[in-house]
Each structure stands twice: as structure tokens, then as C-alpha cells.
């Protein structure tokens, strides 16, 4: 059974750097790729990016100078940083497992919990 | 980017009603479309990818269809654990877009 599990900071001061760490247990970081989600209290759901097995990654336009996903084999963790925080920045954020469900047909089958991260001084 | 909007935002049902929410993209997706039912405070769940298959352990009772660019998903016979909020995510192109969500409330 795979299980993930947000960790960080709840509280980022502006400016500063949001990191995240998604801990993947009962399972490997190779066949899948990973992504991670943020949702804004009582709103909508945000894709922030995706990193592959091999550590190719793409991003949101709308935050790609400002993100980085990494995988970390050795501990099957995948990391989130966000850079230059503000308000608009605080959200839940959701680490998920993107998996090939049919041919060329790929969704996120498997959710962290989900980790409140507010950004205030 | 692609833009998903979904109908309606919000709905009041009761046990046992058929319940249809739409989803509509910006530009022609294919069958790249999954569904994702999230409770209060939970992370959402698959429901259907492929625009109409269903995700294994999903009860029967849910299905999605497809006509060009509008995907429905519809609940046959609504449940109390079915109230929830519904999200449609394309999965055709980068970067990934979900509709802004259909809450489905208590009549």
C-alpha cells in the first residue's frame, strides 16, 4: 500500500523560500511520475508541476521561475521549493503519484494528505 | 493554457437523484479528462479517466461521457458519501488545468 505524507513549515515569512518534502512509503519513485497540487482555502485545485523517475521536470508557467522539484532515491522523497513567497502563495499543498492508468492515459491515483502552508510575517 | 469550466458550481441533491455535472475545455482535449470527487478536508480520489473508464474500486454508479469539447459526469442514484466537491483535470497538455469545481450539497 502506498502512502504519501506532506512535511514543512507551516509558516513562511514573505520573500522567503517554501520547502516541502513528500515522503513515499510502500513504494518506489521509478515507473511513476510525481507531481505536486496546491489548493488555495476554499477554492480551487492549482497544478504546480510534475518531475519524471529520471528528474526531467515541468512547471507551471505561471510560477517557473520561481519553482523546483527534486527527487531524493536514496530516502524516496520528492521536494518541493517555492522561492519568493507572498500572500497568494498560501494553500494546502498536495504531493500525488501520477500513474499510466490505460495507454497514453495517465492520472493522479495516489494523494498525500495535504500539508497548510500560510505565508505571513 | 486550457481552460476547464464546469457547470454548475454548486447543486442540492437528494439520496437516490441522478445528479449530471458538465465540464467543458477551451479547445479540443481528445479523451484526456479525469474526474477527482474531494471531501472537506480530504485530498480528491480518481474517479474516472479516459474521460469515460472507471477507476478500479469506484462504484458502478458513477460514469463520464464525452461530446467534442463537454464531459459529463453523472451519479446514478446519489449516496449520502457522494456529497462532495467534483473537480474535471485535463491531462492533455502542460500545464495541467483543472474546472474550478461542483460542490454537490444536501437537499
Known amino acids: 500500500q502506498v502512502h504519501l505524507q506532506e512535511s514543512g513549515p507551516g509558516l513562511v515569512k514573505p520573500s522567503e523560500t517554501l520547502s516541502l518534502t513528500c515522503n513515499v512509503s510502500g513504494g518506489s519513485l521509478s515507473n511513476h511520475y510525481w507531481t505536486w497540487i496546491r489548493q488555495p482555502a476554499g477554492k480551487g485545485l492549482d497544478w504546480i508541476g510534475r518531475i519524471y523517475p529520471s528528474g526531467s521536470t515541468n512547471y507551471n508557467p505561471s510560477l517557473k521561475s520561481r519553482v523546483t522539484i527534486s527527487l531524493d532515491m536514496s530516502k524516496n522523497q520528492v521536494s518541493l521549493r517555492l522561492s519568493s513567497v507572498i500572500a497568494a502563495d498560501t494553500a494546502v499543498y498536495f504531493c500525488?503519484?501520477?500513474?499510466?492508468?490505460?495507454?497514453?492515459?495517465?492520472?493522479?491515483?495516489?494523494w498525500g494528505q495535504g500539508t497548510t502552508v500560510t505565508v505571513s510575517s | 493554457d486550457i481552460q476547464m469550466t464546469q457547470s454548475p458550481s454548486s447543486l442540492s441533491a437528494s439520496v437516490g437523484d441522478r445528479v449530471t455535472i458538465t465540464c467543458r475545455a477551451s479547445e479540443d482535449i481528445g479523451t484526456y479528462l479525469n474526474w477527482y470527487q474531494q471531501k472537506p478536508g480530504k485530498a480528491p480520489n480518481v474517479l474516472i479517466y479516459?474521460?469515460?473508464t472507471l477507476q478500479r474500486g469506484v462504484p458502478s454508479r458513477f460514469s463520464g461521457s464525452r461530446s467534442g469539447t463537454d464531459f459529463t459526469l453523472t451519479i446514478s442514484g446519489l449516496q449520502p458519501e457522494d456529497f462532495a466537491t467534483y473537480y474535471c483535470q485535463q491531462s492533455f497538455r502542460i500545464p495541467r488545468t483543472f474546472g474550478q469545481g461542483s460542490k454537490v450539497e444536501i437537499k
Open positions: 479516459a474521460a469515460s
Open positions: 500525488a503519484r501520477v500513474t499510466q492508468l490505460a495507454p497514453y492515459y495517465y492520472a493522479m491515483d495516489i
